[in-house]
Nanobody
């Protein structure tokens, strides 16, 4: 069982940066692939990016490439989402998720989400 708690959300201006954190419980965190998702009001949840247990070669949705960076610290059981050059369309609730099978499309565990609001 893995429990995930996101933090770091808030209200910022367009062009600002923000870093989200996701703290995980459980001794097997280092073996999980972690993902970040977001859901804007009235829209479906969308994938932002992910990172495998090794931490190398994180991968991103097109909307995040070049502006967002995902990293993880397995010693701290934490995964991060650094967001630069934020735009109003980045406004959403951001969720982190974990899956034990990196090949699976489905994530096994989800956090409660943290709100990010970007004003123009």
């Amino acid at each position: 069982q893995v429990q995930l708690v996101e933090s770091g959300g808030g209200s910022v201006q367009a062009g600002d940066s923000l870093t989200l954190s996701c703290a995980a419980s459980g001794r097997t965190f280092s073996t999980y692939t972690m993902g970040w998702f977001r859901q804007a009001p009235g829209k479906e949840r969308e994938f932002v990016g992910g990172i495998r247990w090794s931490g190398d070669r994180p991968y991103y949705a097109d909307s995040a490439k070049g502006r967002f960076t995902i990293s993880r610290d397995n010693a701290k059981n934490t995964v991060y989402l650094q967001m630069n050059s934020l735009k109003p369309e980045d406004t959403a609730v951001y969720y982190c998720a974990a899956k034990s099978d990196s090949r699976s499309l489905a994530y096994d565990y989800w956090g409660q989400g943290t709100q990010v609001t970007v004003s123009s």
